[in-house]
């Protein structure tokens, strides 16, 4: 249960520091983060599609 309290806990520190985002740099190092918890990482191409609404990421 302490793991995924940890977990839940960094994933809304991430969403939070994306939500915050004052430039587009700074919303992909704060998505760049998600990859300690997932293991995937994110291309310039899928970053961008992302952000244009034409790619999901799932966790």
């Known amino acids: ?3 995924i309290d940890n977990k839940s806990a960094y994933l ?3 969403f939070k ?5 004052g430039c587009e740099e700074e919303r992909k ?6 990859s300690d918890l997932s293991g995937f990482s994110l291309s310039e191409q899928e970053f961008t ?3 244009n609404g034409n790619k999901q990421i799932e966790l």
């Open 1 to 3: 249960m302490a793991k």
């Open 12 to 14: 809304r520190e991430v």
């Open 17 to 21: 520091r994306i939500n915050l985002a």
């Open 29 to 34: 190092q704060a998505m760049e983060l998600m």
């Open 49 to 51: 599609e992302f952000i």
